[in-house]
């Protein structure tokens, strides 16, 4: 069966400090991988996905990067954080497009 | 751009009511999906149903797609069941794919 796995579960940050969320998915070979986010009391937004090892895609970056270093890895970053940036992140994963989609547990940031 | 509405916004039942909740998009869509998510925040696959009728459980989940909407209906609903439920379609644009997100519908269900 597949696991997907974020760390960190929640993280209070200062304002102009980096920032690296993790995202690992066991028991799927290359998969598509998705990182969205969530304002408190908004809705989800896709910001990055990937189809394979080393392509990022950006749909919204909200100064963010993303990278995708092995197979069963994502990482979103920054070099410095924003209020704005405060929110729910969330990995997921599918086969490919138009297939189901499923979820991490997610990372909640609190920008300070 | 690609918009997905669902209504109501909030619903309030008592146990063992029967919930409708509705999903309007605005183009065509070719994967539909129903998720819940808890108020801590993580999101469950419910149903994957880009046409037609779909059950599992006490969920049923109908999209028509040539009119651009879907429903999930549950049935039945207990306290567990609150939580909101969200409705997202697959959406191309200039070679970039998105998973697109309604606002949700929080659902209510008291004892």
């Known amino acids: 069966a597949q696991t997907i796995h974020q760390w960190p579960v929640a993280e209070i940050k200062a304002v102009g400090s980096p920032l690296s969320l993790g995202c690992t998915i066991k028991g799927k070979s290359s998969p598509n991988l998705y990182w969205y986010w969530q304002a408190t009391g908004g809705t989800l937004q896709q910001l990055f996905y990937s189809i394979t090892v080393g392509q990022v895609e950006s749909v919204v970056q909200l100064n963010l990067s993303a990278s995708r270093p092995k197979d069963d890895q994502f990482i979103l970053s920054t070099e410095k954080l924003l209020l704005s940036h405060s929110g729910f992140y969330l990995c997921?994963?599918?086969?490919?497009?138009?297939?189901?989609?499923?979820f991490g547990k997610g990372t909640r940031l609190t920008v300070v | 751009g690609q918009q997905v509405q669902q209504s109501p916004a909030s619903l309030v039942l008592q146990e063992g009511e029967n919930a409708e909740l509705q999903c309007n998009f605005s183009?065509?869509?070719?994967?539909l999906q129903w998720f819940y998510q808890s108020p801590g925040g993580s999101l469950v696959s419910l149903l994957s149903n880009p046409s037609g009728t779909k059950h599992t459980g006490r969920l049923t989940s109908t999209t028509v797609t040539k009119e651009r909407r879907s429903s999930l209906h549950i049935s039945s609903s207990q306290t567990t069941d609150s939580g909101t439920y969200l409705c997202a379609i697959d959406y191309a644009s200039s070679g970039s794919w998105q998973l697109i997100f309604g606002s949700g519908t929080q659902l209510t269900v008291m004892p």
């Open positions: 183009s065509t869509a070719t994967q």
């Open positions: 997921a994963w599918r086969d490919r497009v138009f297939t189901e989609v499923f």
